[in-house]
């Protein structure tokens, strides 16, 4: 039963159970009406709580029904029904109470929740506005500045934060039912508080508006749900509260039916996808209570930071004693920048530094659940340290390697009980970036392959498997858009001119401004090691800059000139001299933005299927994560693979074999073509 009525003397318990999150189903949204109904015409019940079994209060709309048309009855005439009930509702909230959640809620009239409780408004994170009376509701209630944050920031507030702003009636320490009951009880006896619908939007200052617009849309860029939320607030502050809810009703279905909503619903339901692969099912992880790291480098710091985040004791090997001070020295600034930016106190940064254990001693690993190894990408240093840690670590302890180009099972050589073995790509800074490429090897269990996905959970990242091959899924898609913006220079285009296309299509940088930032000599390296086995990598142009020791920021310039103490990008004469020599004899055409971004996007999708064809990736939708989380691309584009179906691939087809033609990319591949029949990439990767 979804909708299920208790009584407890004069209050009625409304109880919705309705797994796994409590989303609001028609059959829901039916149930609350007909509660409203039987409870109204029960002379015994004095108030009502209505109250949500299982891990969550009413988590919002069931986003599976947004792809279809709407059916009756309506969230907003169900929270008109609550809001017009004759008895009073108390929202006894746990866990979540968000979007169409809360907003049932605040058709109630109080809410009490526990202290672990969050409230939240995240329509804008899936692309559309709150659609059943938040934006008109959340500003009488705790005034417009608040609102507008809540509804264009799409992040939740704690119980806590949510009682201050006037969001929320009462905290419930102990057992939420009878404080709810308790609550209610009191509540009876009392007038009735004025509903939400009839009560005046608090004043705001001359130029409150102007301001909070501004702000909006300097965070949000082209993201189009934001803007929206924000001016259903300001009218809904400005206008009655009819008229506010049929403006809010109107925008919301108009973004239900857009792009970028149906793209964030993509990513929504590829992240949940993403850490529970079908073959783990019912997979048992191995134990995680204590981590070390080798290698006490960027890479290896931020790791270590990451797990001590995640509260697990961490011991860090580097291989004498100024190593490890200096590696202790990079994990203290990690702390030391959290506190800095208001994430941690102080306290906090003490004690995770203090469950750090620095020593270039492996035999302290000796009874180490999980050991990662982060040192530099040498598959002879590597080998070495995994000889150590074999000889000294139980044969049940994982042991990882994080490389981001190395073949793992090349570096798993040796290694004692292998079955225990397989790589993890974080991305930098390891502590903050959301990515995880997790590579297991032949030999790698299942049991080894959950433990990964477990400690993805555990830091809180984005877990995608991924097969071995030169660069894994990210990499080596992004060796591709490196060509392709070389190719781009050879036939017409500038950097800044790429850069700029590649910002307007929504990244947060061109190719050239981060390699400039992240240091061209990295992917040299890549490419000579490429070189070594025989293949013949393009960068014409950057091959030619790493040999004057143009670098990028760190060497003063790259692909641009830099001045001292000035990170902003200029052109540079030198580049562009290096650029007409290695175009000379090249067919020269005009660039604009779309076509740029066309010849640098396509071939990456014509990469991924490639990766898809070849298992290397399991689903579409974890090339889209690794692009989206590892590589900046934007979300409400849904990523490559999505905007290539939303796009057409009948004409993502089309525009490769142009460029093909021209000699600008390589034609689309035998799987890319097939997906203009099945209609997608669905069928490559079943
Ligand atoms: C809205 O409300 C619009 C209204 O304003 C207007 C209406 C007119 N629907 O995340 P988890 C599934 S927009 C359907 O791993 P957690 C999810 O797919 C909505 N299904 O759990 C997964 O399924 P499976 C605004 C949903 O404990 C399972 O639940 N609300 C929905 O880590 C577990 O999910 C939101 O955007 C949904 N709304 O986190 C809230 N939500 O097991 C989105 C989840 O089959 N949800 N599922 O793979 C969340 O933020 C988290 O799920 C939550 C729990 C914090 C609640």
Redesign the pocket.
Known sequence: MTVNITHENAVAVVTVDNP??N?LSQALRQGLIEAVAELDADAAVKAVVLICAG??FI??????EFGKPPQPP???DVVTTIAAAKKPWVAAIH??A????L?VALGCAYRVAVASASLGL??V??G?I???G?TVRLPRLIGPAAAVDLVTGGSPVGAKKAHALGLVDAIIDGDLRAGGIAFANDSAGKPVPQPISGRAVPAVEAGFWEGAEKAVAAKTKREVAPLRAFASVRNASETDFASAMAFERET?LELRGSEQAAALRHVF?AE??AP?PPELAGVAPRDMRSAAVIGGGTMGVGIAAALRDAGLPVILIERDAPAVERGLANIRAIFDGSVKRGRITQTVADDRLSGVTGSDDYGLLADTDLVIEAVFEDIAVKRAVFEKLSAVCRPDAVLATNTSYLDPTAISEGVSHPERFLGLHFFSPAHIMKLLEIVPTEETTPEVLATGFALARLLGKIPVRAGICDGFIGNRILKVTRAQAERLLLSGATPSAVDAAMRAFGLPMGPFEAQDLGGLDIAAFQRKAARERGEAPFAPVAERLCAIARFGQKSGGGWYDYTPGDRAPKPSETAAAIITEEAAGRPQRLWDEASIADAIILPMVNEATRILEERVALRSGDIDLVKIHGYGFPRWRGGPMHYAEARGLAEVVAVLDQLAAEGLADAPCDGLRQTVQTGGFAAIAG
């Not at 988590?59 to 599976?64: E, F, L």
């Not at 968000?98 to 959640?101: A, I, R, S, V, Y």
């Open positions: 796994p999150v989303a891990r969550t988590a919002g709309a069931d986003v599976n309506h969230l907003p866990g979540s968000l979007g169409g959640g907003e995240p329509e994170k899936l559309i709150p659609g059943a938040g919301f339901f949940r996808a529970r």
